[in-house]
């Protein structure tokens, strides 16, 4: 089922990606080489709990599967849903997707980036470029009359052309008053296909682009997607709505 909101309630949607959007921001502060994702971890949770919000992540659970954290910390080749480790540290040219979510007054908010650690090499910060575009390429795309399909045809296209691949396991989702809802909002896809896009949806865009071969696993922490290939992968998001006037990033300051 999908749950259109009311303005109210998109507005409630707002407030809590506000404080994951101020909750990034201290974040890509605090990156820098020698800081642990453990650290980073901390950070967010302590940031959220001081405004009042509840870090969504944290007791997670999928099956019997519960995630132990507030941040989701993947580096370099690590796609989504890494673990912050205080063995974890952050050096020189590495990156990091910092993947964040609170449940504010009833309502969620959802948002990810993907942070160079110092200086980068040239391929990597074109893979961040790349997958950020391909973020904001696709929010356009969010608008009453066009379809699922056109969201994620523009992510695939914008990441293909530029000689990346998209990851197929893991998909953007709706959000509101549940961190996942529907509809699936694919990072591939075929233009008019899918349902169509309806004033008062709220999705979590969430592009995930590979260097290398689209391929990921899941390693033996049951969290942990990683490339296939080894290759470095980057991780955009927003939350936003769908209004009369166009889409709505709600976690963007």
């Known amino acids: 089922m999908i749950f259109l909101k009311s303005p109210e309630e998109v507005q409630a949607i707002r ?4 404080i994951v959007a101020e909750v990034h921001e201290a974040l890509k502060e605090a990156v820098e080489p020698g800081v642990t994702t453990a650290d ?3 950070m967010a949770e302590e940031c959220a709990r001081r405004r009042g919000a509840t870090p969504a992540f944290k007791g997670y659970s ?5 995630f132990p954290a507030a941040l989701c910390s993947s580096v370099n080749n690590e796609v989504v849903h890494g673990i912050p480790s205080a063995r974890r540290v952050l050096k020189e040219g590495d990156i990091v997707s910092l993947d964040f979510g609170v449940l504010y007054q009833g309502y969620y908010g959802d948002a990810a980036v993907t942070v160079p650690v110092g200086e980068v090499t040239e391929p990597t910060r074109r893979l961040l470029e790349v997958t950020e575009e391909a973020l904001y390429a696709a929010i356009q795309e969010a ?8 969201v994620a045809a523009m992510i695939q296209t914008t990441a293909e052309r530029a000689g990346f691949s998209v990851v197929r396991e893991f998909v953007g989702h709706g959000v509101g008053r549940y961190l996942h809802e529907e509809p699936q909002v694919p990072n591939f896809g075929i233009r008019s296909s899918g349902i169509p896009l309806q004033e008062g949806m709220v999705l979590a865009i969430e592009p995930m682009v590979n260097a290398g071969g689209p391929d990921v696993y899941v390693t033996d922490d049951g969290w942990t997607a990683v490339t296939a290939d080894g290759s470095l992968s980057a991780h955009f998001e927003h939350s936003i709505a769908i209004t009369k006037n166009g889409p709505y990033i709600l976690s963007q300051l």
């Open 15 to 18: 407030r809590a990606n506000l």
């Open 40 to 42: 980073l971890n901390a």
């Open 62 to 66: 999928v099956g019997q599967k519960v």
């Open 143 to 150: 608008r009453v009359g066009n379809r699922i399909g056109d």
